[in-house]
């Protein structure tokens, strides 16, 4: 990706608090995680500006990266609305898909209709370990589609999920991602550079930081 798209990304996290870093009071994720970061890009749907940006930064690489995708899948629940934004721009198919089956009512997993001879990209907001996104994309493989890779805002970048998208042979393309937003933060104020230490430290030990 573009140092200018990072960048960018960056900032529209950082102006709509997306993204918020708190290095001496981190936050609890639910994998009962320490961290200095937390970060829910829904927040960026309420900016109808930033929401424009994103959606057509992420469509054209998209465009661009999977010339032949037919139908764009979101993981539910924080991909469903922008993997709509984006179908919708792209004229493409949409469906959404769930890591794991409802628990009641039809069971589905997959919701909506997706062709037997589908291209699909797999459109997340966020990629963490990539453990529950990746549940998608085997589910969907498993049901005889063709996934040609996924597509997120945001990455941390952690070893653990690169990794991860290597052994299941998934192309991964992120707009933005750790290292460059935490260059915006410092250089707009938003955390010190004291802190730039305990910030690496956690992306590279986050089970053990904290």
């Known amino acids: 990706m573009s140092a200018s798209i990072e960048t960018k990304i960056a900032k529209i996290l950082l102006e709509t608090s997306a993204i918020k870093l708190s ?5 609890q994720w639910s994998s009962g995680w320490n961290s200095p970061i937390y970060c829910d890009n829904r927040t960026v749907l309420s900016y109808a ?9 992420l469509s054209a690489e998209i465009k661009r990266q999977f010339p032949t995708a037919d139908t764009i899948i979101g993981v539910a629940t924080a991909g469903i609305a922008m993997g709509a934004l984006i179908a919708d ?10 890591p794991e089956p409802k628990s009641h009512g039809l069971k589905r997993q ?7 001879n589908a291209t699909l990209v797999v459109l997340e907001d966020l990629i963490s370990t990539g453990g529950s ?8 493989r498993n049901e005889g589609y063709h996934v040609a890779g996924m597509a ?21 393309i992120t707009l933005g991602n750790y290292g460059s937003m935490i ?3 410092v250089a707009s104020g938003y955390v010190q550079a004291a802190d730039l230490d305990k910030l690496a430290q956690w992306r590279e030990s986050p089970d053990t930081w904290g």
Do not use: Q, W
Request: aromatic residues 12%.
């Open 183 to 185: 260059h915006e933060a």
């Open 133 to 140: 996104s990746l549940k998608v994309v085997h589910y969907l």
């Open 110 to 116: 997959l919701e909506g209709k997706v062709a037997p």
């Open 49 to 57: 500006h930033h929401r424009k940006a994103i959606k057509e930064m």
């Open 152 to 172: 997120a805002i945001f990455t941390y970048g952690f070893p653990i999920a690169e990794a991860n998208f290597k052994a299941a042979d998934c192309k991964l």
């Open 23 to 27: 290095p001496d009071a981190p936050f």
């Open 89 to 98: 721009e792209l004229n493409l198919s949409y469906a959404y898909c769930r």
